[in-house]
């Protein structure tokens, strides 16, 4: 069928402009399957880690519940894979708690230790840094290292400062320091306000300590 004289100028403008633009469009349209692609396999990957980490945090928790002969040595294999594999997971800083914990009961300090310790040191977790910090603080006043232990409770984040002027308010009244432990509990005191039950442990801590 011919084309009239307008009909083949419409048709050369867009001949034209496909000369132009279509090597671009079709270059922009590949990227964009490509970088579709190329996220599409990223998240699956990350669910993927996601899963091998749930993995190896379960089986913690298993160790850590069950108990055992050798819980100790099936807890610090699970836990140093979570902190070698999967150090900015989620499961990796609950993981370093429970094992903690479970160590701690086991009466493996040293142990316990260097797991608060390296989640202590871990700014990438800042929802579970502080509470590594602060029970850290807990286990060297156990140990009497008090130097140490108040380390740990410099520079504390706004939500845990009443928590950490508590533990230092027990480190300092360890040390025989009962007017700066006095100052730190009151403070404690101010920062959880009369509706938080914590709030009595400490006023009894600080009413023993003056009628010392």
Known sequence: MAYDLEEQEKLDAIKAWWARYGTLLLSA??????????????KAYQTYRANQAM??????????RLGGADSAARIKA?????????????????????????????????????????????????????????RLAGLLLDQKQYDAALAQLNNPPAPFAALFA????????????????RAAWQQAIDGLGTNNPLTQVVQLKLDALTGA
Do not use: C, M
């Open 166 to 181: 508590d533990r230092r308010g027990d480190i300092l009244a360890a040390q025989g320091k009962r007017d700066e432990a």
């Open 55 to 64: 993995g190896y945090f379960e089986a913690l928790e298993d160790a850590a």
């Open 29 to 42: 349209a590949t990227a964009v399957v490509v970088a579709w692609g190329g996220w599409s396999g990223w």
């Open 78 to 134: 699970a836990v140093n894979t979570l902190r070698e594999d999967y150090p900015h997971t989620g499961y990796a800083g609950r993981g370093v708690l429970i094992a903690a914990n479970a160590l701690a009961e086991q009466k493996d300090v040293d142990g316990a230790r260097q797991q608060l310790e390296w989640l202590a040191a871990q700014d990438k977790q800042p929802a579970l840094q502080p509470v590594a910090r602060l």
